[in-house]
């Protein structure tokens, strides 16, 4: 490998790491400074949502991160692959829970009452973070390590940094889930050519997530019997057979 490719590929893995990190701070800061002081009046989606458009748009430009790319495939089985990639994860997670015995409910948010802003507050996050995340690791960093590494080595160098970016404290009961899912995205943008794929998928993973929970309530993964562990293992199974059925399509 050249000198050039390996000061490229590593200023964008930690460069990536940084500008997310950063993204991330300043949107909680931002959210939780608004609920810490003006709890009633929810201003804080302005300055969170055009501080992470226009680092996406700057990162764009100046690196051609996949934005203004179209879909090279067939978009009705790039979101196919998209939605079945998300259920086989999501399995994976439920297992994991049920092996930790996780007790787990919907995030709440900053501590406040107001309904309005944790409403605002749950769009508005899940929209920044999620595509603070895409742009940083599929967007910036895969995208700039693949025109310098093997394919397989910009995927997996990007989940590595991409996985341990989660709050450590509750990673390890969902560990693999986030492995799985973030090899799926990454494989994703390569079979699509386009970042805007894997920003939907992102924010449609996070939020649909969200959304069950809500209206089920907490959750005793520990309890799950038998046969709803069953259950899980054949549906992940059967979305695994479809994302790989799906990846052959998108790439013959």
């Not at 764009?60 to 495939?73: E, F, Q, S, V, Y």
């Not at 895409?134 to 397989?152: K, N, T």
């Not at 709050?167 to 805007?196: D, M």
């Amino acid at each position: 490998m050249r000198s050039t490719d390996i000061k490229i590929s590593l200023a964008a893995t930690f460069g990536g790491t940084l500008i997310f990190f950063g993204l991330v701070a300043f949107s909680l800061g931002t959210a939780q400074f608004n609920a810490d002081t003006m709890p009633g009046l929810p201003w804080f989606p302005l300055p969170v949502l055009a501080a992470v458009f226009g680092v996406t748009w700057w990162c764009d430009r100046r690196w051609d991160i996949g934005l203004r790319t179209p879909c090279k495939a067939p978009v009705a089985l790039v979101a196919a692959f998209a939605v079945v990639s998300i259920i086989a994860s999501r399995s994976v997670w439920v297992l994991e829970k049920a092996w930790h015995g996780t007790v787990y409910a919907a995030p709440s948010g900053p501590g406040v009452s107001s309904t309005l802003f944790l409403a605002t507050y749950w769009i508005v996050i899940s929209i920044a973070l999620s595509t603070s995340s895409e742009v940083c690791f599929r967007g910036i960093m895969q995208s700039q390590l693949s025109r310098h590494l093997p394919l397989w080595a910009a995927i997996v160098t990007t989940i590595v940094f991409n996985t341990f970016s989660h709050p450590l404290a509750s990673l390890w009961p969902r560990f693999f889930a986030v492995v799985a899912i973030l090899y799926a995205w990454g494989w994703l943008r390569h079979i699509s050519g386009s970042l805007k794929a894997c920003i939907l998928a992102h924010v449609a993973a996070v939020m649909g997530g969200d959304v069950i929970f809500w209206l089920t309530g907490p959750v005793d993964f520990g309890t799950l019997s038998r046969t709803a562990l069953a259950i899980t293992v054949g549906i992940g199974l059967a979305a695994l057979g479809a994302s790989v059925y799906l990846s052959r399509q998108i790439t013959e």
